[in-house]
């Protein structure tokens, strides 16, 4: 119930294309949604989220469609550049007083070919 | 822009001792965590720590771990008695809140045990 299914594990796509990433979850307590973006050798940077009773948010050229009823998000990343070339993680949290935990998704390494 | 600083950046142990890796949060962040990536793998949570105290930890974080915030800006984790499996890369994250917000992360301490 804690986990968070990510595909594909892989991405190649043209410059100025688009790149999908979808992802599902099981726990609806869950009540933020946020992607992540890795290059190597750096930590995971905070993308853009979205809450569920939101069904889409855009910054720029990302955009997170969500499906609260089938407990699925996607990243659309629009116009993609080859500098969009990392591994995207999507995840899940729960907060609580205390803090809150974020289940993270396997990971999509994306290329984006010049 | 504010930053999480990880220290070392690497470091290497012989299997059986101790190691202390060191995060400084950042400032006005009350929430502290750890999670761990394996070569290629998903990032995965250890342990959230807040008001000094640890508020959540996984099945990972057993008695071999521990985490302290010494003075008013350090993080650390200690890990005893390393093992060979405990190679991988660690990251500590800050959050402002509890609920809704994302980590910032740091750039890691790549953990080599031989």
């Known amino acids: 119930q804690q986990q968070v299914k990510q595909s594909p594990q892989s991405l190649i796509v043209q410059k100025g294309g688009i790149s999908i990433i979808n992802c599902a979850y099981e726990?609806?307590?869950?009540?933020?949604f946020p992607w992540y973006q890795q290059f190597p050798g750096k930590g995971p940077a905070l993308l853009i989220a979205?809450?569920?009773?939101?069904s889409e948010k855009k910054e720029g050229r990302f955009t997170i469609s969500f499906n609260k009823s089938a407990k699925q998000f996607s990243l659309h990343i629009m116009d993609s550049q080859p500098g969009d070339s990392a591994t995207y993680f999507c995840a899940a949290s729960k907060g609580n007083t205390g803090g809150f935990k974020t289940i993270f998704g396997a990971g999509t390494r994306l290329f984006v070919k010049a | 822009e504010p930053e999480v600083t990880q220290t070392p950046s690497h470091q290497v142990t012989q299997m059986g001792q101790e190691v202390i890796l060191r995060c400084v949060p950042i400032?006005?962040?009350?929430?502290f965590y750890w999670y761990r990536q394996i070569l290629g793998q998903k990032v995965e949570f250890l342990v959230s720590?807040?008001?000094?105290?640890?508020?959540?930890k996984s099945e990972i974080f057993d008695d071999q771990f521990s985490v302290e915030r010494p003075d008013g800006s350090n993080f650390t984790l200690k890990i005893r008695s390393t093992k060979l499996e405990d190679s991988a890369m660690y990251f500590c994250?800050?959050?402002?809140?509890?609920?809704?917000?994302?980590?910032?992360f740091g750039s890691g301490t790549r953990l080599t045990v031989v």
């Open positions: 726990n609806t307590a869950f009540d933020y």
């Open positions: 994250a800050s959050s402002e809140g509890a609920r809704g917000y994302g980590y910032t």
């Open positions: 400032s006005n962040h009350l929430y």
């Open positions: 720590f807040y008001n000094n105290e640890i508020s959540e």
């Open positions: 979205i809450r569920p009773d939101v």
